[in-house]
C-alpha cells in the first residue's frame, strides 16, 4: 500500500469503475466489495483510514442485545450472521468473549436468561457459544471485581469482539491486493457533472495541495456523519439526513475488573446497555447517547457523559472508579438516520440507508461496524445498477481478510515498544503518514493510554522523520499537534 504508487494511478486511470468518499468501514468494506468483484475502484479519504467513527466504536462485533429488547428482530438477525463471517474471515483481529450480566433479583436472572437464550437461537449455526445461568459463587468467580451485594447470580452469553481500525487497515490492505486503489489524506473537493449527471469528482491531495480531475462510472458517499456535507455538494438545498449521536468511552487499568470476561449492565438510566470490557489489556468502558448539533472530526466527551459513565460503572464495581484513574477517554459520533418526530437518538434506527440521488450519487449512511459487510454489498449493487456496470456477484461473505508478517507473526499493537521495523512496516505498507496515524491507529497507544502515547511521540516523529526524510521542523510540528490532540483524550 504505497502512497506514491497510488497517487500515480490518479493520473494514469482513464475512468474507473467506482470512485468511493470516505476511508471508515463503511468505505473501506466498499472498497473491497468492489475490487473483489473485478470493478476498478478509488478510495478517496480526507483524513486517515478510520480517522472518524470507526476508530471510536465499543470495540464490539455483536447482534445488538439491546436492539432485541427494542423488537428490531431483522437487524439482529443480520448483525449475528454478519458476526459470524466476520470471525471467520478476520481470525486475526477477532475473538469471541464472555459477557456476565450481573442480576441483583430473581425477575431479572429469569428475564434476562431467556432473552438471551432467545439471541443464541437467532444466531443459529454461526452461534459462537451457549448462554448459561450463574449461580452467585459462579458469578463472582466469573466476574472478579463485582460488587457481591444482594448479589443472585449471572447470565453468561457470548459475542464478539475485534480492534477497530487494525481492521480498517486490513480492509485497505485486502482491497489493494484485489487491486483497488486507495488514498489517504485526499479530499472531494467538488462533483463533476454532464447533463445533470454525475460523472466524478475533483479531488485534492491535502498533504502536497495538488488537484486531480477524476472520471467514474460511479460515485458513493461514505462519509458517515460527514454524509451531509457530500450531499449538499450534489444539491445545495439538500434537507440534513443525519441526526448525529455521540457515544465516549472511558478506559481504566485492569485491576479494577481483573477477569477476562466483559461485564454487560442492561439497563442504564436513559435506557442504554453498558459494557466494562477488556481490550488489549485495559478494559474499555461505555457508552452514552447523546444528540449533539455540532459535527466535529475530533469531537470531545461532555462532562455529563463522563460522569454517567463513572456513576453506572461503580454501582457494580467493589472498587470505585475515579476521575484521575482514567488512562484514557475518546468520543465518537454515529451517523444515525433522522425520524420525523423523534427527539431521543437512543430510539433511532441503527439499519443503514441508501439514497440514490438524481445525480446518480449513491449515499449510504447509519448502520454499525457489525453490519459493515452487509451495508458495503448494498452500496455496490446500487453501484453497479446505476451505472450499468456489468453485474458481478458479491463474494466477501467468504473472503479472509488482513495480511500476516513473512514470519506469520501477526502484528497487533495496544502499548508495547515500538521498534523500528514496525515504523517503517506502517509507513511503506500501511501509509502511516503522521505520528497520529502511528500512536492512534496503526497502534491503539493513545486509546489505550493517552499519557504513554505523549511520552513516545517525540521518538515515533524522529523515527518517521529519518524514514520520511522530513527535517526538523517537521518534528517539532508533528509532536506539538500530537500532543495538543492527546491531551484531549486525558481526563
Known sequence: MN???????????????????????????????????????????????????????????????RYLAQGNIKLVLEALRERGYLLKNAPHVTSSLA?????????????????????????????????????????????????EANLKGGILYYDGQFDDTRLA????????????????YVKASSLLKTNGKITGLVAEDTLSGKQYSLQAKAVINATGVFTDAVLQMDEPEEDH????????????????????????????????????????????????????????????????????????????LEQDITRADVQSMFAGLRPLVK??????????????????SKSNLVTITGGKWTTYRKMAEDAIDNAVFIAKLERKECITKQLPIGKLQQDGEIFIHAAQQLTDADIKRYIETEMALTVEDVLARRTRILFTDARSAIQKAPEVARQMAALLNKDEAW?????????????????
Open 339 to 356: 425520524k420525523r418526530g423523534t427527539a431521543k437518538t437512543s430510539v433511532l434506527s441503527r439499519d443503514h440507508t441508501i439514497l440514490v
Open 169 to 184: 487497515t486490513d480492509l485497505a490492505i485486502t482491497a489493494t491486493q484485489h487491486q483497488a486503489v486507495v488514498l489517504n
Open 99 to 147: 459477557f456476565i450480566i450481573p442480576a441483583y433479583s430473581w425477575w431479572d436472572k429469569l428475564f434476562y436468561g431467556i432473552g438471551l437464550q432467545v439471541y443464541d437461537i437467532m444466531s443459529g449455526k454461526l452461534s459462537i457459544g451457549k448462554t448459561k445461568l450463574l449461580g452467585k459463587k459462579q458469578t463472582l468467580a466469573q466476574l472478579p471485581g463485582i460488587d
Open 241 to 316: 439526513l443525519v441526526a448525529p449521536s455521540q457515544g465516549i468511552h472511558l478506559v481504566v487499568d485492569k485491576k479494577f475488573f481483573p477477569g477476562n470476561n466483559a461485564l454487560m449492565i442492561p439497563k442504564t438510566d436513559d435506557g442504554r446497555v453498558l459494557f466494562a470490557v477488556p481490550w488489549h489489556d485495559k478494559v474499555v468502558l461505555g457508552t452514552t447517547d447523546t444528540p449533539i448539533e455540532h459535527i466535529s472530526i475530533e469531537p470531545k466527551p461532555l462532562e455529563e457523559e463522563i460522569e454517567f459513565i463513572l456513576h453506572h460503572a461503580n454501582r457494580y
Open 475 to 491: 518534528i517539532t510540528q508533528q509532536v506539538s499537534s500530537f500532543t495538543a490532540l492527546a491531551e484531549q483524550y486525558i481526563l
Open 3 to 65: 502512497r506514491t504508487v497510488m497517487l500515480q494511478q490518479l493520473e494514469e486511470v482513464k475512468q474507473w469503475d467506482i470512485i468511493i468518499i470516505g476511508g471508515g468501514a463503511t468505505g473501506l468494506g466498499s472498497l473491497l466489495d468492489a475490487a473483489s468483484r473485478g470493478y476498478s475502484t478509488l478510495l478517496i479519504e480526507q483524513y486517515d483510514f478510520g480517522k472518524g467513527t470507526s476508530s471510536r466504536s465499543t470495540k464490539l462485533v455483536h447482534g445488538g442485545v
